[in-house]
């Protein structure tokens, strides 16, 4: 299977990719992971994208392009991936159509899980971080054993800047004027596969198993 998974910042797409990959067989190809695993291999396309991956800054598209096709041409994806955070806009979408026409290949299904934007503020207005080992916890659904501390290693829990209620707000426009449009452009194409997001962990799970299942 060769998916997309695609929703707003905080609808849970890296946890159900990191599920879905080892359902299907298949690696979990993020491109966060992709930008930094391209500076860490420290070749010619990773010293390109290194100012944007340290800087925190998007990097272009041509540059994302050229990760997404690096990494979709290794072995582990011959048969599959589960793609998440790429496309984000129209204009990737055509180059992610490039790259599967190169490798020969096309996508058989978009997942888009969707929520309303009252459960995604929740949900990440109560998401925290710990900046030491990386821990996430969530203060309703996955709170630490002592309020405001790691429970691995003991550090002081942190909101991240972009979990704030109004930033979340202005991500959440955001991404409905750049990202809503993929999903208009692969619902024209009939591969478009919607699922309810607004449940737990392993409904959300299990609506995404059924929708891969769908003919």
């Known amino acids: 299977m060769r998916l997309v998974l695609l929703g707003p910042p905080g609808v849970g797409k890296g946890t159900q990719a990191e599920r879905l990959g080892p359902l299907l067989g298949v690696p979990h190809v993020s491109t966060g992971d992709m930008l930094r695993e391209a500076v860490e291999e420290g070749g010619a396309l990773g010293r390109r994208v290194r100012p944007f991956v340290e800087g925190g800054t998007l990097a272009p598209d041509d540059l994302v392009g050229e990760a997404v096709a690096a990494r979709l041409a290794r072995a582990d994806a011959g048969a599959g991936f589960v793609l998440d955070g790429f496309p984000r806009t129209v204009e990737q979408v055509a180059i992610l159509d490039r790259v599967l026409l190169r490798l020969g290949t096309s996508l058989d299904a978009v997942l888009s899980i969707e929520a309303p934007e009252t459960v995604i503020v929740r949900r990440l207005a109560g998401r925290r971080v710990c900046p030491s080992c990386r ?55 009939g591969i478009l596969r919607s699922v309810d997001g607004s449940g737990d962990a392993n409904e959300v799970f299990e609506a995404l198993r059924a929708a891969v299942a769908a003919p």
């Open 135 to 189: 821990a996430v916890y969530h203060l309703d659904h996955r709170p630490p054993r002592s309020a405001g501390v790691c429970d691995a290693c003991g550090s002081a829990l942190v909101q991240r800047a972009d979990d704030e209620p109004d930033v979340i707000r202005e991500r959440l426009r955001v991404y409905a004027e750049r990202t809503v449009p993929v999903a208009r452009e692969y619902r024209d194409r």
